[in-house]
T-cell receptor, first 115, second 113 residues
Framework: GPKVLQIPSHQIIDMGQMVTLNCDPV?????FYWYKQILGQQMEFLVN????????KSKLFKDQFSVERPDGSYFTLKIQPTALEDSAVYFC?????????????FGPGTRLTVL | GDSVTQTEGQVALSEEDFLTIHCNYS??????LFWYVQYPGEGPQFLFR?????EKGSSRGFEATYDKGTTSFHLRKASVQESDSAVYYC???????????FGSGTKVIPCLP
């Protein structure tokens, strides 16, 4: 089936540093999402993105977070600066534009550890 | 706000047992309901969805029926296999391309014979 790729699979950084998480969505998908899952807790929505703009974001999407997809390349989540509570697995998802494509396809996640 | 409740955190089953995972939701409007399955080291995989009352979704032997009256979307499978060991998430979505709201997940684990 359609695959969403995420790079890297793991990232360890020191608190205060910047990190960029990369997502390669399914090729004909136009809506993109980031979700956050702290170990042992449920998946929580961060942000969605369409046509170069943030459409919707949750209260977890702090001012230190930003997203972009320059020139149709990777869809990225940047955290600057990072904090200890940002340690989690971050999942990217994408979906088609049409009503029939309601399901979101998820990548395998990037495990971020902030020390 | 919207929410999804899965009462079972973990279910232990033997092969060929009947599986039921309960899912209840609370949402404004008329949400679409989903089941996703997550295997270790992977992201959630879409199982199926239902968009209106009494609609049944199904895939790979799993099924669930949208019940607006009881605000439920319980997952069932008649004969569970060892390969079904995973975490199952119920989720809802209330708008076009909106975020998914996930339940806390239910881990299905095999009982040793």
């Amino acid at each position: 089936g359609p695959k969403v790729l995420q790079i890297p699979s793991h990232q360890i950084i020191d608190m205060g540093q910047m990190v960029t998480l990369n997502c390669d969505p399914v090729s004909n998908h136009l809506y993109f999402y980031w979700y956050k899952q702290i170990l042992g807790q449920q998946m929580e929505f961060l942000v969605n993105f369409y046509n170069g703009k943030v459409m919707e974001k949750s209260k977890l999407f702090k001012d230190q977070f930003s997203v972009e997809r320059p020139d149709g390349s990777y869809f990225t989540l940047k955290i600057q600066p990072t904090a200890l509570e940002d340690s989690a697995v971050y999942f990217c998802a994408s979906r088609r534009l049409d009503w029939g494509g309601a399901e979101q396809f998820f990548g395998p996640g990037t495990r971020l550890t902030v020390l | 706000g919207d929410s999804v409740t899965q009462t079972e955190g973990q279910v232990a089953l033997s092969e060929e047992d009947f599986l039921t995972i309960h899912c209840n939701y609370s949402a404004s409007g008329y949400p679409a309901l989903f089941w996703y399955v997550q295997y270790p080291g992977e992201g959630p995989q879409f199982l199926f969805r239902a968009s209106r009352d009494k609609e049944k979704g199904s895939s790979r032997g799993f099924e669930a029926t949208y019940d607006k009256g009881t605000t439920s979307f319980h997952l069932r499978k008649a004969s569970v296999q060892e390969s079904d060991s995973a975490v199952y998430y119920c989720a809802l979505c209330t708008g076009f391309a909106s975020a998914l709201t996930f339940g806390s997940g239910t881990k299905v684990i095999p009982c040793l014979p």
